[in-house]
């Protein structure tokens, strides 16, 4: 008797992204509901803009009347609907945020995604700071708890910096273009506001699942 391969939902991040963050709020809520567990995945959104002729709303927004005035509203529907207090937006963005991810590989390699996670977006999206300066970076991270140290060292491995570059390879490789990305199973779906439909899609493609795994154990 063969058995089904659980099915594979990936929430492709970077943390300069204020709708990876926004995403990463409404998730938990989603996975009550499924049952299941989102993959997160570090990706560089320079590096996908770099290889996908993209670029951020502060450069793409520029000249364009109506359009960002527009996604502010947007974004306040988003906070409104899901409940969301906490969002800043971060004054000093864009951030290069090469280091953090590098820091996210690292984390993950070392068990200590969850609490670096949540204190990046702590201070990148609560308590807004500019976490591109290392000085900020150390002593945020530092009060949040992180071993710094630690995760900067490995963050450092060349096997970690190609970890990244790899990652972020194979997200432009399978569709992506910015940053949140979701994928179920091998569904994409880009943005905050498809989050709907990504569950949606899961509940869709569990129920194709429970049928054969079902069918098999009659066997």
């Known amino acids: 008797m063969s058995s089904a391969r659980p099915l ?6 970077d943390f300069g992204s204020p709708n990876a963050y ?14 299941v567990t989102f993959d997160y995945v570090p990706v560089l959104l320079g590096g996908i803009f770099k290889l996908t002729g993209n670029s951020s709303p502060a450069d793409s927004l520029k000249g364009i009347r109506n359009k960002r005035e527009y996604m502010e509203v947007e974004t306040a529907r988003f ?6 207090t906490g969002f800043r937006s971060n004054p000093f ?7 953090l991810m590098r820091g996210a590989v690292a984390a993950q390699e070392l068990g200590l995604f969850a609490p670096y996670f949540r204190a990046v977006y702590h201070h990148m999206w ?8 290392p000085a900020v970076m150390r002593a945020a991270l530092t009060a949040s708890g992180i071993d710094f140290d630690l995760i900067a060292a490995k963050s450092q491995e060349l096997a970690v910096k190609n970890r990244l570059m790899e990652l972020t390879q194979d997200a432009v490789a399978r569709g992506a273009f910015g940053s949140p990305t979701f994928f179920v199973g ?3 779906f880009f943005g905050k506001d498809q989050l709907r439909d990504v569950e949606e899609e899961i509940l869709a ?10 069918s098999a154990a009659s066997a």
Do not use: W, Y
Request: glycine letters at 4%; zero cysteines; hydrophobic letters at 35%.
């Open 126 to 133: 609560e308590e807004p700071k500019k976490m591109d300066d």
């Open 22 to 35: 926004l995403s990463d709020r409404v998730i938990p809520d989603i996975e009550k509901r499924t049952g």
């Open 205 to 214: 493609q569990l129920s194709q699942v429970t049928p054969r795994v079902a």
């Open 93 to 99: 963005f864009p951030v290069n945020t090469l280091q």
């Open 79 to 84: 906070l409104r609907r899901h409940g969301i």
């Open 186 to 188: 091998d569904e994409m």
């Open 8 to 13: 594979r939902v990936q929430f492709l991040f």
